[in-house]
């Protein structure tokens, strides 16, 4: 299996439960239109059944693999922020999530994928990842698309 194989199908794969996880928060949203603290309630609520669900995996995991749990507790030792950051970003991340489409619609995963950037940029700085002239051009590419469909959007649904 080639390498680009190794990682497609898992992407495809969250590309599809992510699109599916958006488009029900959308529609919960836009359900419990005008209330942020409504909105912001309910991705807490999911939010905490994602940790149940976590934590029952982390112990099926550390009953079945308890030598890779001991690796990463070694790894990980005293860096309680690795956990605490992303943890924190991704509440964030959540409740903006339900606010900006519930209000704006599909058209803001697109505003949202601009994260892309960070992502690339953050990579080449910090991981080592290399870029050449057309990721780049296709970025910028995509970016005035974007830009242009949310122009488009805004239009329409006004």
Known sequence: ?????????????SAIVIGGYNLYIEFIGKKISGDPIMKT????????????????MLIVLHTTYP?????????????????????????????????????????VMAVI??????TLFGGVIFLDDKLNINIILSSIIATALIAYASYESSIINK
Not at 41 to 56: N, P, Q, R, S
Not at 78 to 94: A, E, H
């Open 41 to 56: 309630v309910i991705v807490l609520m999911l939010l905490t059944v994602c940790g149940i669900v976590a934590l029952v």
């Open 113 to 118: 994928g601009l994260s892309i950037f960070i």
């Open 67 to 107: 030598s890779t749990i001991s690796k990463l507790q070694r790894i990980f030792k005293g860096s309680l922020w690795r956990y605490l950051l992303p943890g924190g970003l991704i509440v964030v991340y959540m409740i903006s999530n339900i606010l900006a489409l519930s209000e704006g619609g599909g058209i």
């Open 1 to 13: 299996m080639t390498m680009m194989m190794k990682w497609i199908v898992p992407s495809l794969i």
